[in-house]
């Protein structure tokens, strides 16, 4: 268990350099979902601490934003290195306060540490154009420059790698960046502070708060020195954030919620996609955005499936995240329980049939069973929310175009995923889902070197890929005349 000396294990914010409290000194319990227990406390900030955090940055932007993508690059390399040298700490940390499998929790870093490194490549490529001009006597140029001062607002179930893909590009790109982690899991947040001052990623160029959600987003959603907000959570939050974005005229990059259909077309392989579906659903117990939220199965393979799923999802290991074989951790906090306790409660009540799992664990506090539901219908409500929890409902469909259009029945568009073995269904299919991303015989797609985002209501911009630093930078169009 990592212990309170641990340096990464940090009770204070991090401004313009500084460690520092919150001016009223309060803080905030932050709590092991294995076990409840209280692992400390960090700052309660507010909007001054905030206006000071955006104002260091400001300062740093000022000499960062002249560096050479070539220095900020070889930043980015050490960052990637610090990162990767304390991987496990850096991961059982994450594990303590959030409670995904350890196994997860290492491989979350190490994807951190990829976002890093692709972006200190990624940096070195912000190309404009010279472009053909109208004018004799003159000659277009168009440049990208840094946006500037970012806030970067992040979820507690990625708590490190969603952090990684706003201040990679951030940092790439020459802006500077006050970033705000969940407060469930400020800890994995508060270790970039120590994470940069090891890579020597100047003062002020990153800062972190932490504090109230509301307090904090305020400030950075109305202060005219920042100039894009980044965030990953909840559609209503993303939703609050760009009203109130809007009266700076912010770039705005929004991550929000999915609604991720899982298809399985009678001409499936049976175990490739019941690999995937366990891969797709169980995944830090449920709780991605990623997550199978509907599982859509064809009536002639759907007995089969229902069958192997139940088997492998018995097969789940549950407990600490921190003990050998684990596969599924606690869920976050005791709401989250009972949101997935409601779910379960509202598709009984309408025909739906629990043939595995369906209660709390045994292990008490907030670990829940894996859950398969079957018989699901469109009027329960898993179909247009999403649990975040270890629950699958399986749906059954008789056609192609059914599922398709139950797939894409939903105010999401993030991830999903289908199963078959036919070509031009594949085509058909990918080509008639309105998502972002898709996988195709595939449960988990996500990459660093490919765009993440959504459609619809699922979100605004893309993370990773070389699209992923598309929002840090502004266009510059010049004009030179009288040649
Ligand atoms: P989740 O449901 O996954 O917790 P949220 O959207 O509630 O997602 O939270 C994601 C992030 O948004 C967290 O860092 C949270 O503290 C922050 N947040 C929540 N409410 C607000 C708000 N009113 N303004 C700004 N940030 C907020």
């Known amino acids: ?38 692992i400390g406390g960090v700052p309660k900030a507010g909007g001054a601490e905030t206006r000071r955090a955006i104002e260091a940055a400001q300062e740093a932007f000022g000499s960062f934003r002249k560096t050479s993508a070539a220095e900020r690059a070889r930043m980015l390399r050490k960052l990637h290195d610090v990162i990767m040298d304390n991987q496990d700490a850096l991961a059982e940390l994450l594990v303590m306060e959030q409670g995904k499998p350890f196994a997860e929790a290492k491989g979350e870093v190490g994807m951190s540490a990829s976002y890093v490194l692709w972006y200190a490549e990624e940096g ?62 400020p800890y994995s947040g508060l270790a970039w502070g120590v994470l940069c001052e090891e890579a020597g990623i100047p003062r002020g160029v990153v800062n972190i708060v932490t504090g109230s959600a509301s307090q904090i987003g305020d400030e950075l959603c109305s202060n005219p020195l920042v100039r894009k907000i980044t965030f990953t959570g909840s559609t209503e939050i993303g939703k609050l954030l760009l009203k109130k974005s809007a009266d700076t ?24 996609a019941v690999q995937g579906a366990i891969a797709a659903k169980y995944r830090n ?13 064809q009536a002639g393979i759907y007995d089969r499936f229902v069958e192997k799923m139940v088997e492998e999802t018995k097969r789940l290991k549950v407990g600490s995240g921190l003990d050998d074989g684990t596969q599924q951790g606690p869920l976050i906090d005791a709401d989250a329980v009972e949101k997935v306790e409601e779910f379960i409660a509202d598709a009984t009540s309408k025909g739906g049939k629990v043939v595995a799992g369906g209660s709390r664990h045994a292990l008490g506090g907030t670990f829940f069973e894996p859950t398969i539901i079957t018989e699901a219908t469109p009027q329960m409500r898993f179909m247009q929310e999403e649990i975040f929890g270890p629950v699958a409902p399986i749906f059954r469909f008789e056609k192609e175009e059914d599922g398709v259009a139950l797939a894409n029945d939903t105010v999401f568009g993030l991830a999903c995923y289908f199963y078959t073995s036919d070509l031009g269904r594949a085509f058909r299919v990918m080509e008639g889902l309105r998502y972002g991303l898709v996988g195709v015989n595939e449960g988990v797609i996500t990459a660093v070197e490919a765009p993440f985002g959504g459609v619809k209501e699922s979100g605004l911009g893309r993370e990773g890929g070389h699209q992923g630093i598309e929002d840090y930078l502004d266009t510059k169009y010049v004009c030179i005349g009288g040649l």
């Not at 005229?249 to 490739?272: C, I, Q, Y």
């Open 1 to 38: 268990m990592l212990q309170k000396t641990s340096h990464f294990l940090k009770e204070a914010n991090y401004i313009g350099g500084a460690w520092v409290g919150a001016d009223s000194g309060e803080t905030i319990d932050v709590v092991n979902p294995a076990n409840g227990q209280r």
């Open 124 to 185: 070195r490529r912000i190309y404009g154009d010279t472009v053909p001009s109208p004018w004799a006597d003159r000659r277009i140029m168009v440049t990208k420059e840094p946006v500037g001062v970012i806030g970067a607002i992040t979820p507690w179930n990625f708590p490190s790698s969603m952090l990684a893909r706003k201040l990679g590009p951030a940092i790439a790109a020459g802006c500077t960046a006050v970033a705000k982690p969940a407060s469930q899991t």
């Open 249 to 272: 005229v912010k770039k705005v990059s929004m991550e929000l919620g999915g609604n991720a259909p899982f298809v399985v077309f009678d001409d499936a392989d049976l175990d490739r």
């Open 285 to 297: 117990s449920g709780q991605t955005c990623v997550c199978t939220n509907r599982f859509f199965v």
